[in-house]
């Protein structure tokens, strides 16, 4: 007779599949942001804070000119299962700066396993430009075997004052999956973004975009220095409904980003950041 313990522990690993297959599409698909700033932020990416926004709009690798290291984990519903966890370069690459990423998401068997390649270059004094390119991986046992998709993004940033930034950004306009049945997994998004500088680098930012598999969102956010090692964030998010906060500590060279959120599709969501830039 297997002790009560053993048979919890059968009983759970027959409940993860069903569970994970279940809330795959609509939470993944609301978790393109996975570092602790964006997801304080409310998921505004198209003008983001952090040490590496430009993975979400490439257009902002045109500003950085050294090599940051940055590893991150999200955990929705507060669940191991649904843990992603990402590690991250962005480096020189004359004339602009290149970004590498690698993602998992979930647990061996039932996991998407994701990179990203992206470059960003000042293309004028008051304009940036940026492209990237997505393949997503997602092993599952059953109908989801081996789900595999390849996806393109790219962005532009426009300095409008020196206080005031406008972006605009598409990701996935073209899908190539060998299971095209599954595109919700791999939504488009196009967004359009405005960053305000208060003072003191802390800024108001919104975004509005169009999700293909949520429609359309608006988002608000700010972004508070409070103190030179200290910043604040907290951001919402309409359709679905989202509420964050979260804050960045610096412990030079490295510094600590920690968020909270609460999503109607994904319950409550962790999340945590380390970033290393390495020569500063």
């Not at 304080?40 to 500003?63: K, M, P, V």
């Not at 966890?85 to 994701?114: A, D, K």
């Not at 020196?162 to 899908?175: D, E, F, G, Q, Y």
């Not at 975004?207 to 598999?213: D, K, P, R």
Request: overall charge positive.
């Amino acid at each position: 007779m297997k002790s009560p313990s053993k048979q919890w522990t059968l009983r759970r690993l027959g409940i993860i599949p069903v569970f994970f297959l279940s809330l795959f599409p609509g939470c993944y698909a609301q978790l393109y942001n996975t570092d602790a700033a964006s997801i304080a932020l409310a998921g505004c990416y198209s003008i983001g804070a952090g040490g590496q926004a430009g993975i979400y709009n490439e257009a902002i690798l045109g500003y950085e000119s050294s090599t940051i290291f940055q590893v991150s984990h999200v955990r929705p519903f507060v669940i191991k299962e649904l843990g992603v966890s990402s590690v991250s370069m962005q480096f020189p690459l004359f004339p602009g700066n290149m970004h590498i990423e690698l993602q998992q998401y979930g647990i061996p068997g039932y996991q998407q396993v994701n990179s990203s390649l992206g470059y960003g270059l000042k293309l004028s004094e008051i304009i940036l430009a940026g492209v990237g390119f997505r393949y997503y991986n997602t092993i599952s046992q059953g109908e989801l075997s081996y789900l595999r998709a390849i996806g393109f993004s790219g962005g532009v940033v426009v300095k409008v004052s020196k206080s005031t930034l406008l972006a605009a950004h598409i990701i996935n306009p073209v899908t190539i999956s060998n299971y095209p049945a599954y595109g919700s997994i791999f939504p488009s998004i196009i967004t359009f973004g405005l960053r305000k500088e208060i003072y003191a680098s802390s800024f108001l930012l919104s975004e509005i975009s169009y999700h293909s598999a949520s429609g359309l969102q608006i988002h608000i956010a700010a972004d508070y220095q409070c103190v030179d090692k200290l910043v604040l964030r907290a951001g919402y998010r309409s359709n679905p409904m989202w509420l964050s906060f979260g804050t960045e500590i610096v412990f030079a060279p490295v510094s600590v980003a920690f968020a909270m959120a609460y999503s109607t599709r994904c319950g409550v969501i962790p999340a945590l950041t380390v970033t290393y830039p390495a020569g500063k």
